[in-house]
């Protein structure tokens, strides 16, 4: 039996930073209202044309993580990859990287479809498999490419101003001292809310795509992300609270024991209230959604990257990484740095 350590971190997002006032020119919002709200001031958006999608960006995140593990690419012994907005319907991204990245290995290439909590749900599968003793490196990407999919009109602007395009990267290796590296993760789902946030589109169970195509209807909205945000957001604050509560009690931990919670950027407003629930300081608590935005999959290991690369984490320290979204799904991880 061994442990899995986090061995390499990267992110990358695109260059276009899209402020709040940017999106006040084409939606009906203004910059008062999204920074009331979310927290928000700036996201990226990829350029048309520029060639960023989804597999690009988390390939350019997972070159950072590598050359941070200090491993060459064909030492990867598997591969996931978390997003809700894969570059195509299918295949799924990972294989996607396997090809960019040049391995000469055909490893196995998994992709997980659990949208925000969609990294903690990657890390925990690669957990697994790493302490077992099946695979010593996994390459786990969350990548999100949000701007080509929403709707840019006032119709969508509850939806629209909060999401942005970015990856994140992590090398998971083999550990053989059990006190350090990933001590457990959580997982859980409640589908009964699966519609509260969803994108219907272009969903096989519902609609023909032949009638889709004979529709051609431009008011379609099927095909642009829906979220009924004040029930999520209550759901949001109560299972992420419970599931970091899952996580210490699992490992007989305390809050007082934290040294860097990483919370999935959906909404600062949830961090913050996170954050007041268990009276950590500011610097036990790392947010990034002023300038990217939700990211969903992407957010949680753009953060802990930025986290780490700012010396925000260090070796012994207990990281607690926790995610909440649309399925619903949620999940936390605890880590011994
Ligand atoms: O990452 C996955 C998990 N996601 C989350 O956890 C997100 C959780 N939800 C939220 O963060 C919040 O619900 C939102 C930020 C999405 C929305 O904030 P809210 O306070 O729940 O606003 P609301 O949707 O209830 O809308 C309140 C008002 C409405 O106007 P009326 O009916 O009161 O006149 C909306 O039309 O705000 C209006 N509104 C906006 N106004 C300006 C909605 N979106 C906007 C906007 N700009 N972008």
Redesign the pocket.
Known sequence: MYHSKISGLGYYVPENVVTNDD??KV????DA??QE??GIQERRHVIKGDGDTTTTMGVKAAKAAIARAGIANDDIDFIIFATLSPDYYFPGPGVLVQRDLGLTRTVGALDVRN??SGFLYAISVADQFIKTGMYKNILVIGSELHSTGLDMT?RG???????GDGAGAAVLTREEDLTKGILSTHLHSEGQFAEE?SLAAPGMGRRWVTDIIADNDPDDISYYPY???????K??VQRLAEVVGEGLAANNLAVSDIDMLIP????L??AQFIQHKFQLPDDKIHNNIMKYG?T?AA?VPIALTEAWELGKIKAGDLVVLA????GFTWGSAVIRW
Do not use: K
């Open positions: 999106l006040s939606i009906d919002t203004n209202w999204i709200r979310t949208q925000c006032t602007r509850n939806v629209s101003v909060i999401f946030l979220m009924n945000g004040q029930f999520v957001f759901n949001a999935h950027q959906a909404n407003r949830i939700n969903t957010s995610a909440f979204g649309s």
